[in-house]
């Protein structure tokens, strides 16, 4: 290490802390879509689009495990320069929210893929989602 004064990350714990957080994101987002199941399939069918229920579910469920453990390193990373505890988690949160959904959000909108409203609404969940699942990894979370 460079510097010291600092303890390295502890890998198994941010695994663990980032597989929580990834059910807890896929239970999210299993309510949010349907909650919106409608909107969103109103929005594909006047795009053309069909929809293969395996590729469209197991993709995103991946992605989740993958965001959900890097969410919980970037928390752990950013540990040492912020601090333990809810602040850190939700400085991490918000920095993955904005990479991944704010940017997704953006681009399906933008395409014309997704409705503004409904990219919004879906933006909006996703916040909050993200915040409950990373200070949820984050408490899972232990140095050593």
């Known amino acids: 290490m460079a510097n010291g004064d600092l303890t390295p990350i502890n890998l198994k714990r941010v695994v663990l802390g ?6 807890l994101v896929n239970l999210g987002e299993a309510l949010l879509g349907f909650l919106l199941q409608d909107d969103y399939q109103a929005a594909m ?9 395996r590729p469209a579910l197991l993709l995103p469920v991946a992605w989740s495990f993958a965001v959900g453990i890097l969410a919980v390193w970037l928390y752990a990373a950013i540990r040492p320069r912020y601090g333990a505890g809810r602040a850190t988690a939700v400085r991490a949160a918000l920095a993955v929210w904005a990479f ?5 959000s953006i681009a399906m909108a933008s395409l ?4 503004v409203r409904l990219m919004v609404a879906a933006a909006a969940w996703s916040l909050a989602e993200v915040m409950v699942a990373v200070l949820v990894g984050a408490w899972l979370y232990r140095e050593g």
């Open 100 to 104: 991944t959904t704010v940017t997704f």
């Open 18 to 23: 980032g597989i929580v957080a990834a059910i």
């Open 112 to 115: 014309t893929i997704f409705p």
């Open 45 to 53: 069918r006047a795009r053309g689009i069909r929809l293969e229920t």
